[in-house]
T-cell receptor, first 116, second 113 residues
């Protein structure tokens, strides 16, 4: 059983299109995240949700809209895709027993987005 | 605010040699520190983490790291490299109350036969 899964694994699309990436975790975790990894492998937090509530939004363009229908799912919708959006997007989740940031984050396999 | 610096974007060692990957952090509060490994075309997997319980932390696959507050360092070591250790390694920091990781730029480890 995959703990954190993402679909699709690869996404190739044209500039200006709108696309969504889905993430699901079966670990029973309370907190989910989206990270972006650029072409130089640099990883940066985009969003964090705790019990379906947005808790971190790191100066991401408003073309990016996360949605958490329930604790186990966190989707990422991107409007009007731009060349610079090409990257690998990772979903992650963690337990939140004490609202502590020491909890291990478990990562999905990533979604490789290429905007042409 | 926290930050992480990983010295050396590429490290190459011979199989059986010592692995040393450097990580220095900056944090205004006592940090939590993590090492993650990323194999090609895969997600990140936790190797080990420091959460103030013990300064020498042992992780998976024979890796360990020592938290040195005076040097603001959390270097990753392994006594004997194996070919399967070839991967990208990321050091990350989080601060109490902030449930997000701040990553270093990563170090690619190559293991030569």
């Amino acid at each position: 059983d995959t703990a954190v899964s993402q679909t699709p694994k690869y996404l190739v699309t044209q500039m200006g299109n709108d696309k969504s990436i889905k993430c699901e975790q079966n670990l029973g975790h309370d907190t989910m995240y989206w990270y972006k990894q650029d072409s130089k492998k640099f990883l940066k937090i985009m969003f964090s949700y705790n019990n379906k509530e947005l808790i971190i939004n790191e100066t991401v363009p408003n073309r990016f809209s996360p949605k958490s229908p329930d604790k186990a799912h966190l989707n990422l919708h991107i409007n009007s895709l731009e060349l610079g959006d090409s990257a690998v997007y990772f979903c992650a989740s963690s337990q939140d027993r004490t609202s502590s940031s020491e909890e291990t984050q478990y990562f999905g396999p990533g979604t490789r987005l290429l905007v042409l | 605010a926290q930050s992480v610096t990983q010295l050396g974007s590429h490290v190459s060692v011979s199989e059986g040699a010592l692995v040393l990957l450097r990580c220095n952090y900056s944090s205004s509060v006592p940090p939590y520190l993590f090492w993650y490994v990323q194999y090609p075309n895969q997600g990140l997997q936790l190797l080990l983490k420091y959460t103030s319980a013990a300064t020498l932390v042992k992780g998976i696959n024979g890796f360990e790291a020592e938290f040195k507050k005076s040097e603001t360092s959390f270097h990753l070591t392994k006594p004997s490299a194996h070919m399967s250790d070839a991967a990208e390694y990321f050091c990350a920091v989080s601060a109490p109350g902030r449930r997000a990781l701040t990553f270093g730029s990563g170090t690619r480890l190559q293991v030569q036969p």
